[in-house]
């Protein structure tokens, strides 16, 4: 295989055009051997690899239509080292005014369940939150646990943007498109 040298980065990059388009199937390896053979995921990587699938199909997808990229790492992924911010004047990020939260994963343990049944509002909690809602960016992450029926009470979104993942058991929303169960 033909390579030129990048300047910038100090590595070998193949010819141009060489790994061009999406939707291509094809496999590079920067160590000869790096690549397991016959499979992508084998239980030993070879070269004491780490093997990770970056999806870039829903879920959902038929197994045809998965695009997919399998890399294989020195080091898992989540492992990023010490996290120390870049000093710069004039590039800023996430809230104004907020707390600075480093790019390491994050996590939280479940949320014990009520001692008494709640509903849906009364079982919302807020875990995660960033920007600024005066200026109509940023994101929150609630998480609810809900144990009886709202009865005559409501729980209205005017965002327009609203993400229900239950857990378990069943929720019914009615919305202006219908209900949905």
Known sequence: TQSTWDEMTGTPQPEAGRLSGFGNHFSSEAVPGALPQGRNSPQRAPLGLYAELLSGSAFTAPRHANQRTWLYRRQPSVRSGPYAALPH???????????????????????PPAAEPLDFVDGLRTMVLNGDPDAQVGVAVHLYGASRPMGRRAFVDVDGELLLIPQEGALRVTTELGVHV
């Not at 004047?89 to 949320?111: E, N, Q, S, Y």
């Open 89 to 111: 004047a004039f590039l800023k990020t996430g809230a104004r005014d907020g707390v600075d939260i480093p790019p390491d994963p994050l996590r939280w343990h479940p949320i």
